[in-house]
């Protein structure tokens, strides 16, 4: 686990902005927590893969993609905001506690499932799982013109949370 402390200048291909000198690689979970600075940014320079990706409860700031992203393993968002944009997002597993994910204009796709129980999520604008969990507090929306592809088995959408087709 290599964590965030964004305190030079928010770019992820900076060394100083981590824990111990060390970018996160494939073999590495990226966490952001309270201690860290409020902004990242996932910038042309980064390789654009990691292990895994964890937004802390306590973490308040912002994650920004300015490259497509691959992450091996799950994101976890439980706080902050994490901002997709115009870049390819890519994971295995999808888990939401709290916090904010926006999509934007490419793919969101995730591997096997998406579990949301608590914050918001604003689709991509072509979103595919295996299977969407939504648990109440949580809010799915769909974006405007977005597309929302369940690849499972059995009952690939379920839970007692919202889920917002109104756009």
């Known amino acids: ?3 965030w402390k964004g305190s030079q200048d928010g770019r992820w291909s900076n060394p ?4 111990g000198g060390r970018v996160p690689g494939a073999t590495d979970v990226a966490r952001f927590a309270v201690e860290s600075g409020s902004e990242g940014l996932v910038d042309a320079n980064s390789s654009g893969m990691v292990a895994g990706l964890i937004l802390e409860p306590e973490y ?11 992450i091996i393993n799950d994101l976890v968002i439980a706080g ?13 597993r999808y888990r939401q506690t709290g916090g904010t ?3 934007g204009d490419a793919r969101l796709k995730i591997r096997y499932e ?11 604008k072509s979103m595919t799982a295996r299977s969407l969990t939504i648990e109440s507090p949580a809010v799915v929306t769909m974006a405007a013109n977005s597309k929302l592809n369940l ?9 007692n949370g919202l889920l917002d087709v109104t756009t």
């Open 60 to 70: 308040h700031g912002k994650i920004r993609l300015k490259r497509d992203l691959s």
């Open 151 to 159: 690849t499972g088995d059995g009952e690939p959408l379920n839970g």
């Open 114 to 124: 998406a579990t949301l129980s608590g914050g918001t999520l604003l689709s991509s």
């Open 101 to 103: 994910f926006t999509g």
């Open 16 to 19: 100083g902005n981590w824990e």
């Open 1 to 3: 686990v290599v964590t």
């Open 80 to 92: 902050g905001t994490f901002i997709q944009g115009n870049f390819g997002l890519s994971l295995s």
